[in-house]
C-alpha cells in the first residue's frame, strides 16, 4: 500500500509543529530580571514528512503540496506565529515571536524548549535526537544551519552551558550562541536568576 504525504499528514494534524524542523534560521531568547522571556524564530523549517515523500518519489502531488498549504494557513493563525508559508518542496517560512511571563514554559516546533522547575532553574534547550531519528533525517537530506542566541540579564546565575560562544565581560551575562550544523549538536543552558 503507498502511503502519500496526505496519509502522513493526518497523523501530524493534531500536532502540526511536531513535523517540521528547523533548517536554515536564527533564534534569539531575551531573559528579563523578572523571569520573564522573549523568544524570536526567523528562518525556514522543512515538513519531515514532505522531505521522506520528495526522497522516495522525487516530488510531491498536488493533493499533497494542498495540505502543506492548509498546515501553513493553519499554523499562521497561532497567536505568537507572525508568518508561515508554505514554500514548495516541504519547507516553511517562518517568523515567530513569543513573550512569556515568568515560569511559562515556551514549546517550539516541538524541538527547542524553555521550561522552569520548581526550584527556579531555567532550562533551555533543544529536543535531545537519538540516533534512529538522526539517520532518519540525514537518509531524507535533513540539515541544519543556525544560529541561537540567549541573552541573559545582570542577576542571572549560569548552572551549565555548552554555548559555542560566551560573553567575554567577566563571563557572567551577556549574549551567549550556538552556531548549530549538525542534527547531534544540541544547545543546552540552565540558569537560575537572582532575587
Aim: aromatic share 6%; hydrophobic share 35%; net charge positive.
Amino acid at each position: 500500500m503507498k502511503k502519500t504525504i496526505f496519509a502522513l499528514s493526518l497523523a501530524c494534524a493534531a500536532l502540526l509543529s511536531g513535523c517540521l524542523v528547523p533548517e536554515r534560521f536564527t533564534a534569539k531568547v531575551e531573559i528579563q530580571p523578572d523571569a520573564s522571556y522573549t523568544y524570536q524564530y526567523s528562518g525556514t523549517a522543512i515538513h519531515a514528512l514532505a522531505a521522506a515523500q520528495i526522497k522516495k518519489t522525487g516530488s510531491l502531488s498536488e493533493k499533497d503540496k494542498n495540505v502543506l498549504k492548509m498546515e501553513a494557513d493553519k499554523l499562521s493563525k497561532r497567536p505568537d506565529v507572525q508568518r508561515a508559508i508554505y514554500k514548495g518542496d516541504g519547507r516553511f517560512e517562518l517568523e515567530i515571536e513569543s513573550k512569556k511571563k515568568a515560569g511559562e514554559p515556551l514549546h517550539m516546533l516541538e524541538i527547542f524548549s524553555v521550561s522552569t522547575d520548581k526550584d527556579g532553574v531555567m532550562t533551555i534547550a533543544s529536543k535531545e535526537i537519538n540516533e534512529k531519528g538522526k539517520r532518519d533525517l540525514e537518509q531524507v537530506g535533513i540539515t541544519i544551519d543556525g544560529t541561537l542566541e540567549v541573552r541573559l540579564p545582570k542577576n542571572a546565575e549560569i548552572i551549565s552551558q555548552n554555548a559555542t560562544s560566551a560573553p567575554t565581560f567577566f563571563g557572567l551575562f551577556g549574549t551567549y550562541s550556538w552556531k548549530i550544523g549538525r542534527l547531534d549538536q544540541r544547545p543546552m543552558m540552565k540558569i537560575k536568576l537572582k532575587p
